[in-house]
């Protein structure tokens, strides 16, 4: 995902404020430690006119000690002012990055599934550790250090004007360079920076891929050829970056030319100067000094000044993000739902996905379901016809693009999300698993209970059991084992079952289960379905079927094709009744008798 930035650089960077605001009385506090460390190592030069002109000249030793002491002082007194900067700025800029962080954090977890569908976990992973760590790096360092050295040289520019003059007008005009290729190079750099940290976030997706999927790479021995990729990735993020390193040799190359050109040129006007009486050897000498003290903030802008641009590329990837509109959430003033009696309707719904090409039909088409309370309804319909997709409109993981969905006659849009998500609970075909004990994993949904009393014990217990999950407390450490990373420890059976159980624990009036069972040997099968029905007495349920054993457990099967449901009826109406559902029946797998 390659994007150009629009934003000028300062309103890139202003939109950090509402994260800095709060840190703002340490970072004054911190930038006035800079100043005074700045004041400190300018009066030196100041110090040492005086000395050349004073004691020096006229051989007072006794102030010659107290102007050396007095140099030690200014010296330390820099240390102590740049320390208590360093101090006064870190941990409110920790604290900056943390809750930029934080924020992005929740922001991903608002933001719907369709967002997700459209952006590369590497680069929402990319923008939310390197990006977000550079800005706060910038925030620390490149941005204090920028007005500090800024400071620094206007300072030392008036000090010089303050002597004479000419001198102060040499040094300006030597300077006036720096300017102009700083401009230059934000235009160049900008993008190369930009090319560069989309580039770093798709190479962050192929590793991410690679070690998702090491399973199937080793299996089909396809190693080199993701090696192959990644390089190919590699290279061009190194293309870029060395296109970036020589954007900043030439600025660097400009940034060391100017001092030591504005230094060459001051002091042929110092020499006329003083050989013309116009300013005295100390202040000659002086100006040798500062120029010294002025050096190091000269040469650093070039560095601070690509900081800076890297840092605004950074603000601009993570407040895409941030900017980014989260299509599904709770309506204005949403009505709440303390119960459910759970009736699911679906009213002339139509849904298609964002990336669906124009002309073509919508993958919903004007469906229309109802599901009684208690009711639980099979789903059948040939591969890609939709089913899984319309097991997440109810819940509204997506919004249907036309028509309703209602929870006991209310159009979910209307309701709290937290209300919906609580009466429905879905299963997914795929079991997701998150690094946590089987027991967290269970009672995901169940925020209400006390974990470790025995309410939540019973629900966990129960749960498992409907899922046939007893295996969990056989594990080493029975039902608080850590599940790895997406559950790959576990076989495919025993995360389905898991998954299941969690959404049994959840306990909702509305069970939509995506042929959950798929995993598992028959008998297991029989098992798992023999103890849900007692839970799918009393719940409404909506089960993909993808096996005669699942429509078997249905009061009624649904039967989806063009994007409708075509027919409704119990297994044996439509076997009676539909040539197509007797087609259907047939390709579903074997395994159980009809
Ligand atoms: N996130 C998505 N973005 C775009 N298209 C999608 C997305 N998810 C699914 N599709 C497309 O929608 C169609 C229906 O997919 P869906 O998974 O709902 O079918 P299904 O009936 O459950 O299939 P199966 O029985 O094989 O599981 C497919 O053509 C699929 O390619």
């Known amino acids: 995902m390659t994007t150009s930035s629009s934003q000028s650089l300062p309103r890139s960077l202003a939109r950090l404020w509402p994260f800095v605001k709060p840190a703002m009385p340490r970072v004054i506090a911190g930038l006035c430690a800079a100043m005074l460390a700045t004041a400190a190592s300018l009066a030196i030069p100041l110090l040492l006119q005086w000395v050349v002109d004073g004691p020096l000249t006229s051989g007072n030793r006794q102030a010659l000690v107290w102007a050396t002491l007095g140099v030690l002082a200014l010296g330390i007194a820099e240390a102590a002012f740049i320390f208590l900067r360093r101090t006064l700025v870190l941990r409110p800029m920790t604290e900056v990055e943390f809750e930029i962080r934080q924020s992005f954090y929740e922001r991903l977890q608002r933001l719907s599934v369709s967002f997700h569908d459209r952006w590369q976990s590497g680069q929402l992973l990319s923008r939310m550790m390197q990006d977000i760590g550079r800005i706060r790096r910038w925030l620390t360092f490149g941005a204090i250090m920028l007005f500090v050295n800024l400071l620094t040289m206007l300072a030392g520019i008036a000090l010089l004007f303050r002597w004479h003059w000419a001198l102060g007008v040499v040094f300006f005009l030597c300077s006036l360079p720096i ?19 989309d580039q770093a976030g798709d190479l962050a997706t192929s590793v991410e891929e ?65 050989s013309l009486d116009h300013i005295t050897v100390g202040e000659l000498f002086a100006f040798f000094a500062l120029a010294a003290a002025l050096r190091w903030p000269m040469n650093s802008l070039g560095f601070l000044f690509s900081f800076m641009i890297d840092a605004r590329t950074s603000v601009d990837r993570v407040f895409e993000v941030f900017d980014t509109e989260i299509e599904i959430a709770d309506p204005p003033s949403p009505r709440t739902a303390d119960h459910s009696r759970g009736e699911l309707a679906f009213r002339n719904v139509s849904f298609r996905f ?24 099979a789903l059948v319909g040939a591969t890609g016809s939709g089913k899984t997709t319309l097991t997440t409109l109810p819940t509204r993981l997506y919004d249907v693009t036309g028509g309703a969905v209602e929870l006991d006659g209310v159009d979910v849009r209307e309701l709290k999300l937290e209300d919906l998500r609580r009466h429905i609970g879905i299963a997914f075909e795929e079991p997701i698993l998150f690094s946590a004990s089987v027991r967290e994993n269970v009672l995901l949904g169940r925020e209400d209970l006390e974990p470790g009393s025995p309410e939540a014990e019973r629900v966990l217990r129960e749960a498992l059991e409907v899922a046939q999950a007893g295996f969990a407390y056989e594990l080493p450490e029975g039902v608080d084992t850590p599940v790895s990373e997406e559950g790959l420890s ?18 909702p009036s509305v069970l939509v289960l995506d042929d959950p069972l798929s995993a598992l040997d028959v008998d297991t099968e029989a098992m798992v379905e023999q103890a849900l029905r007692r839970v799918l007495a009393t719940t409404t349920a909506l089960i993909v079927a993808h096996r005669p054993s699942t429509v078997a457990m249905a009061d009624r099967v649904a039967v989806l094709r063009d994007g409708r449901v075509v027919e409704v009826g119990t297994h044996s109406e439509l076997l009676k009744s539909s040539e197509h559902y007797r087609f259907l029946f047939s390709t579903l797998e074997e395994g159980v008798d009809s």
């Open 354 to 377: 964002q990336d669906a090409r124009s002309g073509e039909r919508d993958l919903v088409d004007g469906l229309d379901l109802v599901l009684r309370p208690g009711e639980t309804m």
């Open 179 to 197: 300017w102009i290729v700083g401009y230059r190079f934000e235009q160049k750099y900008g993008t190369l920076s930009r090319t560069s940290q």
């Open 210 to 274: 690679s070690v998702h999927g090491i399973r199937v790479l080793k299996a089909f021995g396809r190693g080199g050829h993701a090696l192959g990729q990644f390089r190919l990735k590699a290279e061009s993020l190194r293309g870029t970056e060395m296109r970036k390193a020589r954007e900043v040799g030439v600025m660097w190359f400009a940034y060391d030319m100017v001092p030591a050109m504005a230094l060459g040129l001051c002091l042929l006007t110092g020499i006329v100067l003083v």
């Open 490 to 507: 576990l076989s495919g059976g025993q995360r389905q079952r898991l998954a299941l159980a969690r959404v049994v624990a959840a306990a």
